[in-house]
């Protein structure tokens, strides 16, 4: 692999007794897609939240192009080009949806003002398919547009690593393909993308490449074939140690 976008080294967060991520270590290259697999409370919108300064890290350390962004406050971190959407949609319920994509472009990798971030916020939600709905409130929006408008948002920050968790949970089968369009079209653009996924038809049609954790450790690396035929990964998918 020439030099990762991203690198994890040793990553471990503990909350009070529980080790919720433990010594992960793995590598994201650029244009890669990777997907973060695992039982539910296996760690990996954990995981996310040490890569994206949401969370501190209780040991090891992240780095992005090999310089360290572990310790960094979180806005700096997506100044530097890494940006994420959360499980559970966070947006500004005051505010429409073209001024809470605009929201997303302050801090970002690029930051746009005025104008030039209005028009942009209005491109970004042509491409996640909310064309005309930015006066909308967010209220009267649907739930896989609720999604659109975090991803839009997410976005505008132009990130060159994007963190996607469980973006497409609870899309219909018709959505989850226009999901799947979507993200690969994200990766087109040069982006680097880890996914935190359940979805498995999305796994095997998107990741390059699956990291599978269980209770906090990585258990498998490959690709979906190798990780998925994986009799440890089935174990603990199947096992209820994690459910
Ligand atoms: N802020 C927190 N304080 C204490 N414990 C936490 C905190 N966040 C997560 N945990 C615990 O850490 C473990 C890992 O949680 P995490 O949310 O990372 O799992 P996950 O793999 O994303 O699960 P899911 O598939 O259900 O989203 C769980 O046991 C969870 O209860
Ligand atoms: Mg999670």
Redesign the pocket.
């Known amino acids: 692999m020439s030099t990762p976008v991203l690198s994890l080294r040793g990553v471990t967060k503990r909350?009070g007794g529980?080790v919720?991520v433990n010594a992960m270590d793995f590598d994201v290259a650029e244009r890669e897609v990777v997907g973060l697999l695992?039982?539910?409370?296996?760690?990996?919108?954990?995981?996310l939240n040490l890569i994206s300064g949401a969370l501190p890290l209780t040991s090891g350390h992240v780095s992005l192009w090999g310089s360290r962004i572990s310790g960094l406050p979180a806005q700096t971190i997506t100044r530097k080009g890494v940006s994420r959407t959360f499980?559970l949609v966070r947006l500004l319920p005051s505010m429409n949806v073209r001024e809470n994509v605009v929201a997303g472009a302050v801090f970002g990798h690029r930051r746009r003002w005025g104008q030039d971030a209005w028009d942009h916020a209005d491109q970004l939600l042509d491409k996640v398919g909310l064309g005309g709905k930015g006066d909308m409130a967010l209220g009267q929006l649907t739930y896989i547009d609720t999604k659109r408008v975090e991803l839009a948002r997410t976005l505008a920050s132009d990130p060159k690593v994007l963190l996607l968790d469980?973006w497409l949970a609870g899309l219909n089968p018709t959505e989850l393909q226009i999901g799947i369009t979507l993200i690969k079209s994200l990766r087109d653009e040069g982006r680097t993308i880890i996914l935190?996924e359940?979805v498995m038809d999305a796994i095997r049609s998107l990741c390059d490449r699956c990291v599978v954790?269980a209770s906090?450790t990585k258990i498998a690396e490959g690709t979906p074939t190798q990780v998925l035929s994986d009799k440890e990964v089935i174990r603990a998918y199947l096992g209820d140690d994690d459910a």
């Open positions: 909350f529980l919720a695992g039982p539910n409370g296996s760690g990996k919108s954990t995981t499980q469980e935190v359940h954790m906090g």
